[in-house]
């Protein structure tokens, strides 16, 4: 990280806006953060918008927008919208607010379903896992050793390597065994 600020902690109510990458070991921000560099950062409470190049955490928990080309973290936990190219995570939680947008989710367990009944939808390229549980998620490939597609579903193919399981309101093109 070029040009990068070193801070132990910050704590955002309004806005903030960085020009350089950010490094910290606590941020907690009620408002909106933009960065226009990388954050690095051991723990994040973002309540509002947090928007960053590349996002490196050990561990974040969210509500309102994440936009970001790349989100690498062990635990993510989001309510609301995420909007990012690339996700690499141990434990990934997402309850959908809205619409939200992943190219590519990696993560050993994955949960994704909406706050409430009303139409939101995660559209994704490809979701690789161990475990994952989705509902209302469109999605081209999703590749795990257990799959539960849930109902608003829209997937074209499913990778499995020990089980799944399909809701009947859910739509599914075609099931791959893997060995």
Known sequence: ???????SQVVIQGHKTYQHDVAIEQLKSTGSCFIKGDLQAVNVISRGVLKAQD?????IESDGLIKAHKL?????????????????AKHF???LSGTSAIQTLQAEIIHIKPM????KQC????????EVILEAVKANTVHADVIRIGAKCKIDKV???????IHPMAKVGEVIEVY
């Open 1 to 7: 990280m070029v040009n990068t600020k070193h801070i």
């Open 55 to 59: 996002i490196k955490v050990q561990q």
């Open 72 to 88: 690498e973290t062990t635990v993510l936990k989001h309510r609301g919208n995420l909007h990012i190219q690339q996700i690499e």
């Open 93 to 95: 939680t997402l309850l």
């Open 116 to 119: 409430w009944t009303l139409f």
């Open 123 to 130: 559209h994704c390229n490809a979701i690789i896992g161990q």
């Open 159 to 165: 990778y499995y390597k020990k089980s799944y399981h």
